[in-house]
């Protein structure tokens, strides 16, 4: 009865732990999906592309759910409708978000592609410089792209003045049939199908480059959206090779970005859906291919969104209800006193004092073992009891068993460990006796059996050195016994020499 009578208060505190806990674990861990909105481009486009990459992202770890019905110009329009609350999410070029950044009202998540500047024209003009253009017609990309934006910010920054064209329509038709001097492209290096398509109609065309002076202008005053660059040569073209030479320009991040007050989870979870796929992204950024890990999508970034960072810090967000019981503390103190004082407490308790136990009998059968070892081999014997008295040393720091029981293992180790060592002194003194017995058997039988005499000398050193050998001498003992053994030796050729020489007398 008294049995049955303390099985159900057991069963009763454990339920109500359970009714505590589980609240908690659930309101953490659920499964409904969280909808975003991203806008992103015109269908067909780069960012088209990249928003398509981002949804099955998103579907592969099961818990948001992305929305993109917002055909776009690019990346002015996209930067408008987040600022409106239009989207949740918006892919930008950094350098047309630079000033929202700093202004606080815009915020980064990753970086999904480096888009590189090109003013192409034709190889048979005097077209050589970004000076070159003025006065030119040029066609600088549609009103809302970011192809306008950064054709307007590098001639205004460089002084130059051009014939502005705002579209992107037949852009290469009309330089080919000299209606346009040049036209400006911004976009990853070499993975836009319409622009390798349009190079590749192309007879004879020329990358202008872009000056140090000016590069170094622009990374100082906006170092959140432009780096210096380099398009290789033969990029676009074998043959003819376009550019034909290794070319100087800049780029420019193109990121995923947020408003700051968008809902952290949110952020959180379309950050860890994107770096859980980063190589999906590589035709978009092709040097995400050979890297080892996702580095690359936060690489410059510096107006980053709490979500996104604490991805980059802490990693997957959907187990960030352990991360937080670890970092609050009023929470842990709750949680152990729930613990301390329900049936829960009493397994963990009693799972923790059998563990110490089974440590225990583990050290009472690894010392019997080693007391075996001790009469064959003490060194042996006194390393084994020392390599087990520092593990658990380290056990103790690291907090995996208690000071009551490693006082109590150590205790056990200790006695052994000098038992080992009186064993080794021992064993040194009955050598050491062993010889000296052999002295004192020599100098009584001399000169009778000499032969005998230094035949047992040459018997005991081989006899050390098979001890030493199997560790039963330590090095400097085996050293002492040989220099013995050589002393004897000497003398038992002084001896036989001095004896052969009176009998050559006689």
């Not at 818990?63 to 990346?75: A, L």
């Not at 073209?237 to 809902?263: E, F, H, M, Y």
């Not at 059996?449 to 050390?464: C, D, P, R, T, W």
Request: neutral net charge; contains cysteine; charged residues 20%.
């Amino acid at each position: 009865m008294i049995y049955h009578w303390k099985t159900n208060i057991i069963k009763r505190h454990f339920i109500h732990s359970l009714i505590l806990i589980i609240p908690i674990l659930l309101g953490s861990c659920t499964t409904q999906k969280t909808e975003v909105s991203i806008s992103s481009g015109s269908n067909g486009s780069g960012y088209q592309k990249i928003s398509s990459q981002i949804k099955l992202s998103a579907n592969s770890i099961g818990q948001i759910e992305v929305t993109d019905n917002y055909d776009s110009q690019g990346s002015q329009q996209n930067l408008e409708r987040l600022l409106n609350r239009e989207v949740d999410f918006a892919i930008v070029q950094l350098d047309v978000a630079s000033e929202p950044m700093r202004e606080g009202k815009v915020k980064t998540l990753l970086v999904l592609t480096q888009e590189y500047l090109h003013i192409v024209t034709k190889d048979d003009n005097d077209i050589k410089t970004l000076a070159d253009l003025q006065g030119k017609r040029v066609i600088i990309g549609a009103e809302g792209s970011g192809i306008y934006f950064t054709a307007k910010r590098i001639f205004e920054a460089s002084n130059i003045n051009v014939n502005e064209v705002k579209s992107n329509e037949k852009r290469l038709e009309k330089l080919i049939n000299s209606e346009i001097d040049a036209f400006v492209y911004v976009g990853p290096l070499a993975t836009s199908e319409k622009f390798q398509k349009e190079l590749h109609q192309a007879p004879r065309l020329r990358f202008i480059p872009i000056n140090p002076s000016l590069i170094n202008y622009l990374t100082i005053q906006f170092p959140e959206s432009y780096q210096g660059k380099i398009i290789p040569q033969g990029t676009y073209k074998p043959l003819p090779q376009l550019p034909n030479q290794d070319l100087l320009t800049i780029s420019t991040p193109g990121a995923l970005i947020t408003r700051p007050d968008v809902n952290k989870r949110k952020v959180s979870l379309l950050t860890w859906a994107i770096i859980s796929n980063f190589r999906q992204y590589s035709p978009f950024y092709p040097e995400l291919a050979s890297q080892q890990n996702a580095s690359l999508l936060s690489e410059g970034l510096i107006y980053i969104h709490p979500g996104a960072q604490q991805v980059f810090n802490d990693g997957d967000p959907r187990v960030a209800w352990q991360r937080y019981l670890q970092e609050n503390k009023p929470l842990q103190a709750a949680f152990i006193m729930l613990v301390s004082t329900s049936s829960l407490g009493f397994l963990i308790s009693w799972w923790r004092k059998r563990k110490q136990n089974n440590l225990l009998k583990a050290n009472l059968q690894t010392i019997p073992e080693l007391r075996q070892l001790l009469d064959n081999n003490p060194q042996k014997a006194t390393e084994e009891i020392e390599n087990l008295r520092q593990k658990y040393r380290l056990m103790l720091i690291d907090g995996k068993v208690s000071p009551e029981v490693y006082e109590q293992i150590e205790k056990m180790t200790q006695i052994f460990s000098e038992q080992c060592k009186r064993w080794q002194e021992k064993q040194k003194e009955l050598s050491y006796n062993q010889i000296l017995q052999l002295m004192d058997q020599w100098e009584q039988q001399m000169p009778e059996h000499f032969l005998s005499k230094y035949e047992q000398l040459e018997s005991s050193h081989n006899q050390y050195k098979e001890m030493l050998k199997s560790g039963k001498l330590d090095l400097q003992t085996y050293l002492q016994m040989i220099q013995l053994t050589f002393v004897f030796s000497n003398s038992f050729s002084l001896n036989t020499a001095k004896d052969n020489k009176n009998n050559f007398s006689n």
